[in-house]
């Protein structure tokens, strides 16, 4: 057995000193990146959230679960590479005391004879294989070949993935050579309980003892071989992930990825938009190597499954933008032109002219790494980063570049062009007066019946308030928001809650200038309403729109402004809940809820508004095929509401289309933007009719109003 020992530990050598090269390779070009302190911060002061990120994320794969067969298949393959290492353990074990007594019966210390151990290592494996064809069968099915767009392998590097399968397969068939001569020769460890590796020596035990030994020990170095092998491949292909999955989600945001979008960085430091030396031309991500380490390896950790792309709704009403693609495109231009970013500049100098071609190439451009369209087709849903098994942060990407192209090289859609000078001049997107922000407190104090007085802000909150009622822009000056808003304060004033509006005094949170990537402005309008709030000792707040919601709750803290933020179908569904609101008119209607992205994907909300459904008489509810965690966008989100949807299908089409399948008397959300984008729709479809006339697109608020008052509910 020398010969055995000899030529593994050469092969080992060989193996471990090129995967060790590609590992040094891959170090030195996420370095190149730019630093990301907050991550490695956040690491260190919640060890506790981490450890339970890589027992749940990691270990417990509750992302890739939620897709069965699939899931459920990765899950065996994965633990397989866990379980089976104590095989390779043996393995080395086995070809070192081979080599030392002449007799390879190795087995690990203390646990190596346990029989449940011997049958665990065959039973992953088996599962595994199983597994494997699990795999096999959905790529043939899914093939882009077959569907095109529809695939979500569509733009996966495919070769790879199949390769990467023959090396698992490969893996497996050796270890059960290995095993079944070792079992005959007297040297598996385990009298009884591995199975399989039973079953084999019963089919090997014929050919004699000689050939066996033979068998163990060819078996045992391809065993071996078939393991170094597949480590170089998985260091030099997008298998790289089975290493780099476990440290993106320990530097990955908590609880996940959506949610507050992250402030402007330079070297790390968050930009300060008030300070004189600022560099402008270094705002946002302008060139590959401005990638934090963060987004290198998010590069490295991309499997190219295809689960963002199939639920983005850009991708599925045929727009450019795949957030699988999105990553893919800036790992390959990465990798191309990393021989200059990991060069000295002695070094440079002497790189291939291909290589320097590759500099002159934007990475946003018609001609770039990532075309424009792809960047601005996104509505920043979340849905790519929701679905994402190794916890990808497709937004932050998108939002990086963006800031880049608006801040620095004023390229955006010309219609967000005057959204901008808008909130510039006015602190609305519409470009109103600021007095038009009272309009519905009049409408409510001159109703003929039941007038209601609305309390304003005035320098300082009233004592006997508890909330402020944040209105934002859509719910003051929007005609079909306002309804929302009007439900809203009435539904308070019923229960008894005390809130008073800003008012005039109210502006933009400046949601839609983040999401477009004018973070300076939105700088100035979040510390304008910040002063404000502080100044009027502002503590509670409830928000109709899940914008504002986000922003207030999420991204205020970031600039010093922390206050108790709540939906208003949170607040509603626990007054509700509390019997301060009794709703008692039954509604007769069939009911679909669409699930605002701001509000669900990147809050979590998503029981309250369906718990107030719940609780109306008469409400027959039905889901659209994609809700909750996979609902689809109306299309407002990203600054899209402010920018012309010219490719492909309209994305609020596509989902009122959805919506009319399950045949609703009334599609209801929460959200004001929603309420807009799927009511255009909506009058759209009556128009050419598709779409009875009495249906209507209401808030949740405005169903509960009608069944606490017994009044109609007024059409959007």
Not at 276 to 288: A, C, F, P, Q, S
Not at 397 to 421: C, Q, T, W
Not at 460 to 471: A, H, N, R
């Amino acid at each position: 057995m020398l010969w055995v020992a000899i030529i593994g530990l050469i092969m080992t050598a060989v193996a471990l000193a090129l995967a060790a090269r590609r590992v040094l390779f891959l170090y030195k070009l996420a370095t190149v990146g730019a630093p990301a302190p907050e991550r490695i911060e956040y690491a260190r002061n919640n060890v506790g959230a981490e450890i339970k990120a890589q027992l749940v994320e990691v270990f417990g794969q509750r992302k890739l679960l939620k897709w069965n067969p699939s899931g459920t298949a990765h899950f065996f393959v994965m633990w397989a590479f866990f379980i089976l290492a104590t095989v390779y353990l043996e393995a080395y074990g086995a070809l070192i005391q081979g080599a030392v007594t002449g007799k390879p019966d190795f087995h690990i210390p203390l646990v190596g004879t346990w029989p449940v151990l011997g049958f665990l290592q065959d039973f992953i494996a088996v599962a595994a294989l199983v597994g494997l064809v699990v795999f096999a069968v959905i790529r043939v099915k899914n093939s882009p070949k077959k569907l095109g767009r529809k695939s979500r392998f569509s733009g996966s590097h495919l070769g790879g993935a199949w390769l990467v399968l023959f090396m698992i397969f490969n893996v497996i068939w050796t270890m059960f050579l290995f095993r079944g001569a070792a079992y005959n020769t007297g040297n598996l460890p385990y009298a009884s309980g591995a199975f399989a590796s039973e079953a084999t020596a019963a089919v090997l035990h014929p050919l004699g003892e000689t050939a066996n030994e033979v068998l163990e020990g060819v078996g045992l170095l391809l065993h071996i071989g078939v393991m170094l092998v597949f480590l170089v491949i998985v260091v030099n292909s997008k298998h790289l992930h089975i290493f780099t999955a476990p440290l993106n989600v320990l530097f990955s945001r908590r609880p996940d990825g959506n949610g507050p979008a992250q402030p402007v960085r330079i070297d790390g430091e968050v930009v300060d938009f008030e300070d004189d030396d600022l560099d402008g031309d270094r705002l946002g991500r302008g060139k590959i190597e401005e990638t934090t380490w963060k987004g290198f390896l998010d590069f490295y950790t991309c499997t190219e499954c295809g689960r963002c792309q199939s639920q983005c709704p850009a991708w599925n009403t045929d727009k450019p933008l795949s957030p699988k693609m999105l990553i893919i495109d800036q790992r390959d231009h990465a990798f191309k032109i990393a021989p200059y970013l990991s060069a000295t500049q002695e070094q440079r100098e002497d790189l291939p002219k291909d290589v320097l071609a590759l500099l002159e190439k934007p990475l946003v451009g018609e001609e770039g790494v990532i075309h424009p369209d792809v960047l601005w087709s996104c509505t920043n849903c979340g849905a790519c980063v929701e679905q994402c098994p190794v916890d990808i942060e497709h937004i932050d990407h998108i939002l990086d570049m963006r800031r880049y192209e608006a801040m620095v090289k004023s390229n955006f859609p010309s219609e967000a062009g005057v959204m901008v000078k808008n909130l510039e001049n006015k602190g609305n997107p519409w470009g109103m007066s600021e007095m038009k922000r009272a309009d519905w407190i009049e409408e409510l104090a001159s109703r003929e019946d039941d007038p209601i007085e609305i309390q304003l802000v005035d320098e300082k909150m009233p004592e006997d308030t508890e909330y402020l009622f944040w209105v934002g822009c859509a719910g003051a000056l929007e005609d079909r928001a306002k309804k929302t808003t009007k439900a809203v304060a009435e539904l308070l004033h019923i229960a008894g809650v005390k809130f008073a509006v800003l008012g005039p005094m109210e502006v933009c949170t400046g949601d839609p200038a983040r999401r477009l990537g004018m973070e300076y402005i939105f700088d100035m309008l979040a510390k304008q309403n910040i002063e404000t709030l502080n100044e009027a000792g502002v503590k509670k707040i409830v928000a109709t729109c899940p914008h504002c919601f986000n922003t207030l709750a999420n991204e205020y803290p970031q600039l010093g402004g922390t206050y108790e933020v709540v939906h208003h179908t949170q607040l509603l569904a626990k007054l509700v809940d509390e019997g301060q609101l009794v709703p008692v008119t039954p509604i007769e209607e069939k009911i679909t809820y669409h699930d605002p992205c701001f509000l669900g994907r990147h809050n979590k909300v998503y029981s309250q508004p369906r718990d107030i459904m719940a609780k109306v008489p008469g409400v027959k509810t039905q889901e659209m095929h994609r809700h909750k965690e996979r609902g689809f966008c109306c299309g407002a989100g990203g600054a899209r509401m402010w920018m012309e949807e010219r490719i492909g299908k309209r994305i609020n089409t596509e989902r009122v289309d959805e919506a009319l399948t399950t045949d609703p008397d009334t599609i209801s959300t929460a959200c004001p933007f929603c309420l807009v984008m799927l009511g255009d729709s909506i009058n759209e479809k009556k128009n050419t009719g598709e779409a009875k006339e009495t249906l209507e697109v209401v808030d949740v608020s405005q169903l509960l109003i009608k069944s606490i008052k017994g009044q109609p509910t007024q059409p959007v």
